[in-house]
């Protein structure tokens, strides 16, 4: 490999690094990390975003927000996104391996799919269509063949953020899904939680309502709530960690309306400021190795 290709690829890698450390803390500055990649060279970032979509499930939101803003600086190139769509593509057709070799990692290729749909509807609507089976045929390999309780929680999250979505594209597909779940829920073939038998029964609840929480019983909400409370008392308990509210699952703006981001003067800003941030954030976590 070219030298200066190599010291690239290893720049990229060690700011997605950063990445991931920043996501552990909450919220990232999506815009101003992307204005630190905006003039790498392309395939070497699909490559490295590809790397960490696969082995990390954080990273499989970030990563498409990523390509969405740098399409925006500059809409005539079209690399990323292509770059990103056939690494999606080939992950699809080499499925059975993957999930032989890793299931997380097939998780999480099931997970970028779905998250990468709605940007290239912005991007081009026509691309867009070529993902819609892979990505129902996908979610139906995730239940198919001798699903995990990690299987059936990664279902759970993708219908709960995404279900309104699928329900759009192809309700039957959707409906498919969700009578797969709800067989799950009334067999012994997955053990499943008590948390996972709860979340299948939300994620039936919502289908049965649309996906709109708006019309959704106030009884079921306030069921629903009290489960997540519980769980969040257990969790403190136990760790001190809370986990999500269940009145907060459903969020139709993460899934169909994506908003095209605009480059500023601030971005630039926020751009340089990002590698301050990045930089406190890697000493902060030397410190702690340190200390131990």
């Known amino acids: ?10 720049k990229i890698k060690e700011l997605f690094d950063s990445l991931q450390i920043l996501a552990q803390e909450g919220e990232i500055p999506v815009q101003a990390f992307s204005m630190l990649i905006k003039s790498s060279n392309s395939k070497v970032i699909c490559e490295q975003l590809h790397h960490k979509w696969l082995s990390d499930v954080q990273f499989v939101v970030y990563a498409p927000k990523i390509i969405m803003f740098l399409h925006n600086m500059d809409k005539r190139d079209v690399a990323l996104a292509s770059g990103c769509l056939a690494l ?9 391996a993957i999930r032989k070799k890793c299931p997380l990692m097939y ?3 099931v997970r970028a799919i779905c998250e990468f749909y709605p940007i290239y509807t912005k991007i081009d609507s026509y691309v867009a269509e070529s993902l819609i089976t892979p990505m129902f045929n996908s979610l139906n390999i995730l239940l198919d063949f001798s699903p995990t309780e990690e299987d059936v ?5 993708l219908l709960i953020k995404f279900g309104h979505l699928f329900s ?8 498919g899904l969700v009578m797969k779940m709800r067989k799950i829920l009334c067999c012994d073939k997955v053990n499943l939680s008590s948390k996972s038998r709860y979340r299948v029964l939300q994620v039936i609840d919502f289908w049965t309502y649309s996906w709109d929480k708006r019309i959704i019983p106030d009884c079921l909400l306030e069921f629903h709530s009290e489960f997540y409370k519980q769980q969040n008392e257990q969790n403190i308990k136990n760790s001190g960690f809370d986990v999500d509210d269940g009145d907060s699952l459903i969020d139709e703006n993460e899934t169909t309306k994506l908003t095209a981001i605009e480059v500023g003067k601030e971005d630039a ?3 340089s400021n ?10 902060r976590s030397d410190n702690k190795e340190s200390a131990v």
Not at 1 to 10: G, N, S, V
Not at 153 to 157: A, G, P, R, T, V
Not at 168 to 175: A, G, L, T
Not at 274 to 283: A, G, Q, S, T
């Open 107 to 109: 998780r999480n290729c």
């Open 168 to 175: 759009n594209i192809d309700s039957s597909e959707c409906d």
């Open 1 to 10: 490999m070219d030298p200066a290709l190599k010291e690239e690829e290893t």
């Open 88 to 96: 999606l593509i080939n992950d699809y057709k080499n499925w059975n």
């Open 269 to 271: 800003e926020e751009g």
């Open 274 to 283: 990002f590698e301050n941030v990045i930089i406190k954030v890697l000493m």
């Open 153 to 157: 929680e990664c279902m759970i999250d």
